[in-house]
């Protein structure tokens, strides 16, 4: 007996270290019922809700229930409205060839994948979907499961201990964090897209820890700026680190053929330890994916939690979806062409006409106007009056001062939309209370 509490200590404490709360904190407290009050955002809702509330004048812009498909354009309550603040990059999503897979999908297997997908719930279309994305992106092996944010979460909080380094971009996506965060390793941020920085961390850290990992995305979610690729790489192979690339937004949008950061840079896949993919951008569904070296993506399949291990496949009609989405990105490349012109013709249109797209890479599908903070929930109202959806993005989600009207950029936008919307936003910006 007392040899399994011993255990048991073990074990917790383990699970403690985990998630950074090696000890009981050192204050004693009440034994009442925790509050929500506790929660700083809680006071943040409340404060939100005051400034919606009936009779403010301002639309709540949060959850907004849409009742068609989106794509350059969306429909609220019979009424339609120019969108740029989705994901369906390639317009794929409702594309009919995609809606025609998924209903055969769900008419031949069912609604859910069944189980786990080692124990009783892989369909033919998993195994199909690995394959021809890893094809897709040059790795050797690819799964996938059902979200990118637990993929992230899953991968990074498996892979590295609290012997281990973490590295990653200031403005890494928050999965990513909360994965570093899992794995107990040590993690120091660099400035966005600083490799200098990047180098003395490596110089300064690389041997007090047995493995490094750096993470970074391809594309930045909230700035439309890229790695700086071949750097990273030249600096991951001179300090033996690994370097895993999360390319939520880039893969299907950026290089020549949407394959990613190393078709845009000509960077060797095979100089890239680990590529994260989510399928619910460009590839119209719902999951995430990872890509990299048959050898490690097999030990991830088979023993990662949170990927394939405990945790149920993603459903039929997800894998249809995307499996369809990426067989049309690759016979119809001008969808990639067009995004990609629709992209820098916005960012060109919206510096012409005296707005700060801070390091958006022309031709990159998100394009931040910066706005100041006050001005931001204003803008967002004013638009949507005015039949433009656009999402303002705050503090604590981009740091202080660095508020801004994120701009997703689709295939399905026109000439039209795009000098509508800008033209909108100028006159709102210049003539505001
Ligand atoms: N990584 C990045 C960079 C993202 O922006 C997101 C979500 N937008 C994710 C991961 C998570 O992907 P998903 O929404 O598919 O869970």
Redesign the pocket.
């Known amino acids: 007996m007392p040899q399994t509490k011993k255990k048991l200590e073990e074990l917790l404490g383990k699970v403690r270290s985990s998630i950074g709360c090696q000890q009981a904190p050192a204050a004693t407290y009440k034994p009442v019922p925790p509050s929500l009050s506790d929660y700083p955002e809680h006071a943040l809702l409340q404060s939100m809700q005051q400034l919606y509330r009936e009779g403010s004048g301002l639309r709540n812009p949060y959850f907004l229930p849409r009742s068609a498909e989106v794509g350059g354009t969306l429909r609220i309550e019979e009424k339609d409205y120019i969108t740029f603040s989705n ?1 369906n990059y390639l317009g794929l999503s409702h594309d009919p060839r995609v809606r025609q897979a998924v209903h055969e999908a769900v008419d031949r297997y069912g609604c859910h994948a069944g189980a786990a997908r080692m124990v009783g719930g892989e369909i033919e279309l998993h195994a199909q979907l690995e394959a021809e994305l890893a094809d897709f992106t040059g790795f050797e092996d690819a799964l996938v499961s059902v ?6 979460v899953a991968v990074i909080g498996y892979l590295l201990d609290r012997r281990d380094l973490i590295l990653h971009d200031e403005y890494m ?1 928050n ?2 964090l909360m994965g570093a965060v899992m794995s107990g390793a040590r993690r120091i941020a660099f400035p966005h897209n600083d490799m200098d920085a990047l180098e003395r961390l490596l110089r300064e850290h690389r041997s007090q820890h047995r493995r490094t990992l750096i993470v970074v ?1 391809g594309a ?2 909230m700035d439309g700026d890229l790695v700086d690729l071949p750097r990273v790489v030249e600096l991951k192979q001179r300090h033996g680190a690994w370097l895993m690339v ?1 390319e ?2 880039s893969c299907g949008t950026v290089g020549a053929t949407g394959r990613g950061v190393c078709e845009y840079f000509g960077v060797s896949t095979s100089d890239i330890d680990l590529m ?1 993919g ?4 460009s590839f119209a569904s ?3 994916f990872l890509v990299g070296r048959r050898e490690l993506i097999d030990l991830l399949r088979h023993f990662c939690p949170g990927l394939l291990l405990y945790s149920t496949g993603i459903s039929p009609a997800n894998a249809a979806a995307a499996l369809a989405a990426l067989r049309l990105m690759r016979e119809e490349p001008e969808r990639v062409a067009k995004l990609q012109n629709n992209a820098r013709r916005f960012r060109e249109l919206a510096i012409a006409n005296g707005l700060d797209c801070r390091t958006a890479v022309p031709g990159v599908p998100i394009v931040p106007l910066m706005i100041d903070n006050d001005g931001a929930l204003k803008l967002m109202s004013r638009l949507f009056e005015n039949g433009v959806i656009a999402h303002a993005v705050m503090h604590p989600v981009v740091p202080r001062d660095a508020a801004r009207l994120r701009c997703f950029i689709s295939a399905e936008h026109d000439e039209a939309m795009i000098q509508r919307t800008l033209e909108l936003i100028v006159a709102c910006t210049t003539h505001q209370p």
């Open positions: 994901y979200g990118g944010y637990s993929t992230n996506h999965s990513g995305e930045y979610s999360d939520a937004h994260m989510t399928l619910s951008k719902c999951g995430g």
